[in-house]
């Protein structure tokens, strides 16, 4: 049996959101800041593509002041940057994910500069998606399976409708990044809050959403040939999925990363 890995100190997220939000305008966390400060997660971010250089100096920093590493740079899944930072042994590495065009259903339901608008500043200090925004976003790439059906267990445990209940406003300026299937969405939200499940709807939004990846081709070559190959050949997405721990050693993990990865150590050896 695999020994249980406890998470790093959630604390040492706090300054690099921070420092994200002072030197990259167009970086945001898009869902999921909450659980990652307690300690359960990853960061779930995005950024145009031309901040990424930044970003990730940064992260290099931020691990290095923080005493993580090595530092390990994956750019395996689709229009994501992958930045790990291992921790200790016992504890499961640090993750910030960056998008630059968030796939759904085959097609890109958003870039980072149609979030801004929907952003506001936490009171710890760092820019992130409004709750109701959010709240909406998770109901369709979490709270809902495949053929509009429901993930009661999703639903519950990221909160999905108390976000939406908190930000209503939110909740509705979201609902036009889908477009012509705005209405359909923002009925499913709506019907959530009433504690019923509108799988109707959410078949209209992924009808839309998968009639408009065959104008976005790349989008959905891309998105199919990560998860038929790259997912499993990758030794960083392997431990990614795999509850961000390493299956093996980590100076033979660390080794087989590096013959594809950009791989940086920060810790000061003695």
């Known amino acids: 049996m695999t ?21 990259a305008p167009g970086w945001l966390v898009w869902k999921n800041a909450d659980a990652a400060l307690a300690g359960h997660g990853d960061i779930d971010s995005a950024a145009p593509r031309r901040e990424w250089d930044a970003i990730e100096n940064e992260f290099r920093e931020w691990a290095r002041a923080s005493s993580l590493g090595p530092v390990i740079v994956c750019r395996h899944i689709p229009k994501m940057l992958d930045l790990v930072a291992l921790a200790d042994e016992a504890e ?18 958003f870039h980072p500069e149609q ?40 639903l519950k445990r990221r909160h999905i409708p108390d976000l939406m209940r908190q930000d209503p406003q939110g909740m509705r300026s979201a609902a036009q990044l889908f477009g012509p299937a705005h209405g359909a969405v923002l009925r499913a939200g709506e019907r959530l809050l ?5 799988r109707r709807a959410l ?11 065959i104008t976005e081709p790349d989008a959905a070559l891309g998105r199919a040939w990560f998860r038929l190959v790259t997912k499993r050949q990758c030794p960083v ?12 050693d980590r100076r033979s993990w660390l080794a087989s990363v590096a013959r594809t990865h950009l791989v940086y150590e920060t810790r000061v050896r003695g």
């Open 3 to 23: 020994a249980e890995l406890a998470p790093p100190p959630a604390h040492l997220w706090l300054p690099l959101l921070q420092r994200l939000t002072e030197v």
């Open 92 to 109: 499961t590495f640090m993750e910030l994910d960056l998008n630059c065009g968030k796939v759904f259903r085959g097609s890109v339901l």
């Open 115 to 154: 979030l801004l608008p929907l952003s506001v500043v936490d009171p710890r200090g760092f820019r992130r998606l409004r709750p109701g925004a959010e709240g909406l976003l998770l109901l369709v790439f979490n709270g809902m399976d495949r053929a509009g059906r429901i993930r009661a267990h999703e």
């Open 194 to 198: 009433e504690d019923r499940w509108d």
């Open 203 to 213: 078949l209209e939004v992924e009808g839309w959403s998968l009639a408009r990846a």
């Open 237 to 248: 997405l392997r431990a990614v999925f795999g509850g961000r721990r390493l299956t093996s």
